[in-house]
């Protein structure tokens, strides 16, 4: 849209809302303005290095984030599935591409399982880090001796459900693993597994659909990425239980004992 149009447009719109009294669009305005003003302040003033003058460019895309917040921003997209693994990542270094990582958790005692993940990793890393070459991941070293006790981690127990190639990229599947309902979900040729259920009332999502990588609910048309779990409509609302999966020797595998 035309600059001068869009000016016009939005001076149009805010004496509607002003007439209408919507109070939280003139909220929302007044937001936006409280974001916006005091970063064009300093990148008119000509420091671009200021934390608001970089948060407002990177918003619209104008600078790149350094390659340390690049990939800590796709590992938080991951963790929450790591961690249905009983794992762990931990950023060790970038360097001209290559992310050095260290895994730790259950995930070290099933080399499946750790595959799984890894891919996971690198397609998040492939999204949000554009120099991205590959990972090198390192396992954590154990302690000679622990200053805690604490209780062992209960560690997944992965049972077949289908095969592989029964899933093409874009379909949703309902498999039942020891008496649990099990979603499973093909984006892009990389499967993953979630309880089957709402997280709202239970309902099955099967019948939802997927979208890019949003599966959407049926039943409420929540959005959840369907890689994640978590809600991207509305962050502020439970995301859907992870299921911890592994492909191996062309099978579907799922662990619901620590889903």
């Not at 999204?127 to 062992?152: D, G």
């Not at 990588?213 to 779990?229: E, F, I, K, Q």
Request: charged share 25%.
């Amino acid at each position: 849209m035309e600059f001068d149009k869009a000016v016009a447009e939005l001076e149009t719109l805010v004496a509607t809302l002003e007439r209408d009294g919507d109070e939280r669009a003139l909220l929302l305005l007044q937001l936006i303005d409280a974001v916006h003003r005091p970063a064009l302040e300093r990148i008119a003033a000509g420091d671009l290095e200021d934390p608001a003058a970089r948060a407002l460019l990177a918003m619209y895309d104008l600078v790149e984030l350094d390659p340390l917040t690049q990939v800590e921003e796709a590992l938080d997209e991951v963790r929450p599935y790591i961690h249905s693994h009983g794992g762990e990542v931990e950023l060790l270094a970038v360097e001209q591409g290559v992310v050095r990582l260290r895994l730790s958790g259950a995930c070290q005692g099933c080399a499946a399982s750790a595959m799984t993940l890894q891919r996971g990793i690198e397609g998040a890393l492939q999204e949000h880090y554009p120099a991205f070459k590959e990972v090198v991941a390192e396992e954590a070293e154990p302690a000679s001796e622990p200053l805690l006790q604490i209780a062992p981690m209960k560690r997944p127990v992965f049972v077949d459900v289908v095969g592989a190639s029964e899933l093409d990229p874009g379909d949703l599947r309902a498999v039942v693993a020891d008496g649990i309902p099990v979603l499973l979900v093909n984006v892009h040729g990389e499967i993953y597994a979630f309880k089957n259920a709402c997280p709202i009332d239970g309902g099955a999502l099967d019948t939802g659909r997927l979208a890019g990588t949003v599966l959407v609910c049926p039943w409420h048309n929540c959005a959840y990425d369907a890689r994640s779990g978590k809600r991207v409509d509305d962050d502020a609302e439970p995301a859907l239980a992870v299921v911890p999966i592994a492909l191996q020797e062309g099978a579907v595998r799922v662990a619901v004992n620590v889903a």
